[in-house]
Structures are given as C-alpha cells and as structure tokens.
Nanobody, 124 residues
Framework: VQLQACGGGLVQAGGSMRLSCAAPDWYAMGWFRQAPGKEREFVSAINWRGDRPRYADSVKGRFSISRDSTKTRLFLQMNSLKPEDTAVYYC??????????????????????WGQGTLVTVSS
C-alpha cells in the first residue's frame, strides 16, 4: 500500500494549510517532513483511536494531527506557518502495524510506507 499525502502548496508565513492522506487501516500513523539537504524529521503521530497525539517541539502549539470518525483519513492542520516549515511532508504508518504509538516514535526507521509526499512551501 502506498500512502499519498496531499494538500501541499505555497503559502505565506503566518498562513495555514491542511494535509491529508488515506489511512490503510486502524494503525498508529504519523507525519514526517524532509527539507532540502536535511534528514527526514518527525512532525507528529497519533494512535488508531485518534487521541494522545505526539508533536515535535518545533511544531507544538501550531500543528494539529487528527483522524476522521471512520479512522480512514489522517490530517495535519498547520497554522502559523514559518519559512522553516518548508519541506516535503510524508504520512506514514507504524512499521509494526501497531495501533498505539511506539516509544521510539521520532525514529523514521520505525515507520514505513512513505509514499511520494507533498511539498509545502512557506514564503517569508
């Protein structure tokens, strides 16, 4: 199964954007991002029920992860965007196909099924 993140584009600093992707099943899921020349980094994660989210410190208070009521779509609401948020954003699923977020959730090697990602560009 390939996960296709969508909803990216160009936005001015301070603006908002919402990303989404189809969830393959009731697994824990996450968002990572990769800026040019940088390593892939954790953004946010959520368990199968859609509660107890986790966030990177850099996005805490600005980004919000959620799932719809059927648990089949994953969202990332991004507010107060900054130029440093510019990156390709990927949705991903727990490589162990667990329902709950694992302890080592910031490690990209613990997630898989990355898909192509969607580019978010924040202009200053």
């Amino acid at each position: 199964v390939q996960l296709q993140a969508c909803g990216g584009g160009l936005v001015q600093a301070g603006g908002s954007m919402r990303l989404s992707c189809a969830a393959p099943d009731w697994y824990a899921m996450g968002w990572f991002r990769q800026a040019p020349g940088k390593e892939r980094e954790f953004v946010s994660a959520i368990n199968w029920r859609g509660d107890r989210p986790r966030y990177a410190d850099s996005v805490k208070g600005r980004f919000s992860i959620s799932r719809d009521s059927t648990k089949t779509r994953l969202f990332l609401q991004m507010n107060s965007l900054k130029p440093e948020d510019t990156a390709v954003y990927y949705c991903t699923v727990d490589s162990g196909r667990g329902r709950y977020i694992i302890e080592d959730y910031t490690n990209p090697n613990k997630w898989d099924t990355w898909g192509q990602g969607t580019l978010v560009t924040v202009s200053s």
